[in-house]
C-alpha cells in the first residue's frame, strides 16, 4: 500500500519542486564548506550581534565601534553578520584596529546589505549555516541592543552552551537598562517555573565598557586558553 493510499489527505508533490528541494542539500553544502575552510584560521575571534537599524548618530554605534576596536587591538578577530547598523559598527571598529574584520552575510528580502568595513566576507543564503559560523570559532558573544535577529542569536547560544552542544564561553550584553527586563524576566518567571536552571543565569555578564568586557573575556580564558581543548574540539565537530 503506496502512502497516497495510506494518507490519502497527502498533498501531490509537484516533481519539480521536489528536484530542486533536493539538489539545494549541496548548495547548503558549499556553504558549510566555504564557511569552515575561510574561518578556521580566524582565532580567537568574537561574535557581535546588534539591531541592523541602528543608525550612525545612536549611542549604540559609536559604543559599538569602541568595544570592536578594543577587541581588534587585543588581537581579536571580530565576526558580525555583515550588514548596517551595529553589524557596520562592529566591522568598522575591527576593521580600524589590528585583526581582521568578518562578515557573515545573509540574503534578505529587505534591510540586509554588506558594508564597507570586511576583510573577510561571506554571504548566506540560509540562516541556520549562518548561525553556526558565528558559533563554531567565537571565543565569546558581545550582544548590543537589538531585535527579533538579535534575540535569536543569544537564544541559541545559552541554548548551546546549557545543554552542552558547545563549549562554555563568555556571553556578554551591553547597556544594561535595554537587558534588565528580560533578566528580570528570566529569573522571576523561567526560573520560578522551573524550565531553566538559576545557573542558567550565570552564562551571562552585562557590561558597558569596552575594557570591562576585554578583561571578562581574558579572565575566562586565563586558565583554559583560547584553544578548545580536546574534549571542546570534539564537541565542536557535531555542532
Known sequence: ??????????NPVNDTLLTRESWKIFQ???EFVEGFERLARIRPSVSIFGS???????PFYQQTIDIARTLSDAGFSVVSGGGPGIMEAANKGAYEGKSP???LNIQLPHEQSGNAYQDISLSFRHFFSRKVMFVKYAAAYVVLPGG???LDELAEIMTLVQTGKTRK???ILVHEPFWRGLIDWFSTTLVNQGVIDPDDLDLIRILDKPEDI??????HY???GFEPSAEEAEILLDL
Open 222 to 224: 586565563e586558565q583554559s
Open 1 to 10: 500500500m503506496d502512502d497516497k493510499t495510506r494518507h490519502p489527505g497527502l
Open 52 to 58: 541592523a537599524r541602528t543608525k550612525e548618530d545612536n
Open 169 to 171: 564561553i563568555p556571553i
Open 28 to 30: 547548503i553544502m558549499a
Open 148 to 150: 527579533f535577529g538579535t
Open 101 to 103: 574584520s568578518i562578515g
Open 214 to 219: 576585554l578583561d571578562a573575556i581574558f579572565s
